[in-house]
């Protein structure tokens, strides 16, 4: 059920934000649509917390743990008025607009992107291996970890809670600043940064020491991952024609949740198993960084101004986009909806 929710939520969400945002912003204003993120599992873990603080042991196992859930009935409420509000964002209309799109209406979207956009699917999916793998192992694993090595489950939760909630704003920042210097930059920053903590966030575990443990979890979260979850809409809109953005997005997104998201914990339980230590868990982080370094590097840069910046000196450096059925055709439709 989740992924079905995720999967037409947050394409949908990622894309009517920016294609509204003008595109020497989008970096900014599109990164406000991962805050709920943030500071959705902020919100639920104070619920859960105050839930338990309300009731009793007894009381909370038998009942209380279902308040949280009846509360996010009148979210899912509110967010179902707003949506039945929005219109479709400009860059559709205009494609639905122009003669000649009755035969693209016809082609399953799905169909139309995988044929169309297969690069741009397969750097999506290689994008969040490091974006969503890291995200499950620093905040679901890391709990399991830290009962491992005698770590209260109150101290990690803190820390989450309190990561969470500065990377909810930092989100925004790393959006606006590849919008100064381009998605790939940012991305590939915040990939690298996983790589390099993947053992020191281990060894500060280890120390037992509350104030370590926030560090670790704070550099983690607000830097590594909120590097690539604040560049990543904005990239993966700019990945796609508007036609087929939608689809694209959510298959790109969702095939990495579910493969990587999905089984990172299992691998990182089973290594930790293993070897009875976390260099293995910490090898994992590393392969997953360099899987997105790898899958960003090989991607077009797609920020429009920092392509405006290219090639105004030379004149002939535009991205070098492959040979993928109908490319040339795409690009123009994705550069004329970005300017």
Do not use: C
């Not at 399953?108 to 750097?123: A, E, G, Q």
């Not at 925004?172 to 940064?193: E, Q, T, W």
């Not at 914990?265 to 260099?279: E, K, V």
């Not at 030379?314 to 690009?331: H, L, R, V, W």
């Amino acid at each position: 059920m989740q992924g079905i929710a995720v999967g037409g939520e947050w394409g949908g969400g990622v894309l009517i934000v920016s294609e509204h945002a003008p595109s020497h912003r989008r970096g900014f204003y599109s990164a406000w649509s991962q805050t709920g993120v943030g500071l959705g599992f902020v919100l639920s873990a104070s619920a859960y917390a105050l839930a338990q603080a309300v009731t009793t042991k007894e009381s909370f196992l038998a009942w209380g743990w279902r308040i949280p859930f009846v509360v996010g009935i009148l979210l899912t409420a509110v967010g179902l008025l707003i949506r039945l509000r929005i219109m479709e964002t400009p860059a559709f209309r205009e494609k639905e607009s122009e003669p000649g799109s009755g035969p693209e209406k016809s082609r399953p979207p799905l169909i139309d992107v995988i044929r169309t956009h297969p690069k741009s699917i397969l750097i999506a999916f290689g994008a969040r291996v490091a974006e969503t793998g890291a995200s499950y192992l620093f905040l679901t694993f890391s709990l399991s970890y830290a009962a491992e090595v005698g770590v209260g489950k109150g101290v990690v939760l803190a820390a989450l809670v309190v990561g969470m909630l500065f990377e909810s704003f930092a989100m925004p920042m790393f959006g606006a600043l590849s919008d100064r210097v381009g998605r790939r930059p940012v991305y590939i920053g915040g990939a690298v940064a996983v790589i390099v903590w993947a053992y020191p966030f281990f060894a500060l575990f280890d120390s037992r020491n509350p104030v370590l443990i926030f560090v670790a979890i704070f550099v983690a979260v607000v830097i590594g991952h909120g590097a690539m979850i604040g560049t990543q809409p904005a990239f993966f809109t700019e990945l796609f024609a508007s036609r087929v953005a939608y689809s694209g997005l959510a298959l790109g997104h969702e095939l990495a949740s579910m493969i990587v998201g999905g089984f990172s914990p299992i691998i990182a339980t089973a290594l930790l198993a293993w070897a009875g230590a976390s260099w293995p868990v910490a090898l994992f982080l590393i392969v997953m960084g360099a899987v997105t370094v790898f899958a960003v590097a090989a991607a077009p840069e797609t920020n429009p101004a920092v392509l405006k910046k290219r090639k105004a000196p030379e004149g002939s450096e535009a991205p070098e986009e492959p040979a993928e059925p109908e490319a040339s055709e795409e690009e123009a439709e994705v550069t004329s909806r970005t300017v």
